[in-house]
């Protein structure tokens, strides 16, 4: 088991910056790739990022850019820092811990945070 634990999220203007956190425990040597995920209301989840164990990084097309991922191995922490944000960033964000597979992509593994939400004001 591994639990997650997303922090960070607020409100801010649009064009400002937040930086979000996903604490990791438990089973840690289990943790592989790990992904940030959001989802406004009545819309689908939507990929936004993922971290390879090597730090190797891939976006979703909404937020390349202006997102960026990283981790920490040592705290076992995945950050995402959220510059120029948009109206439409507005969600709830989870942290996820997965895989990547060899062309890059990453899939999602079981372990979800409980989310952190995240508000744009116009």
């Known amino acids: 088991q591994v639990q997650l634990v997303e922090s960070g999220g607020g409100l801010v203007q649009t064009g400002g910056s937040l930086s979000l956190s996903c604490s990791a425990s438990?089973?840690?040597?289990?943790?592989?790739?790990m992904g940030w995920f959001r989802q406004a209301p009545g819309k689908q989840r939507e990929f936004i990022a993922s971290?390879?164990?090597?730090?190797?990084?891939n976006y979703g097309e909404s937020v390349k850019g202006r997102f960026t991922a990283s981790r920490d191995n040592v705290e076992n922490t995945l950050y995402l820092r959220m510059t120029s944000l948009k109206p439409e960033d507005t969600a709830v964000y989870y942290c996820?811990?997965?895989?990547?597979?060899?062309?890059?992509?990453?899939?999602?593994?079981?372990?979800w945070g409980m989310g952190t939400q995240v508000t744009v004001s116009s």
């Open positions: 996820n811990s997965g895989v990547v597979d060899p062309s890059g992509s990453y899939h999602y593994g079981d372990f």
């Open positions: 438990g089973n840690i040597d289990s943790i592989n790739a």
């Open positions: 971290i390879s164990a090597d730090g190797l990084t």
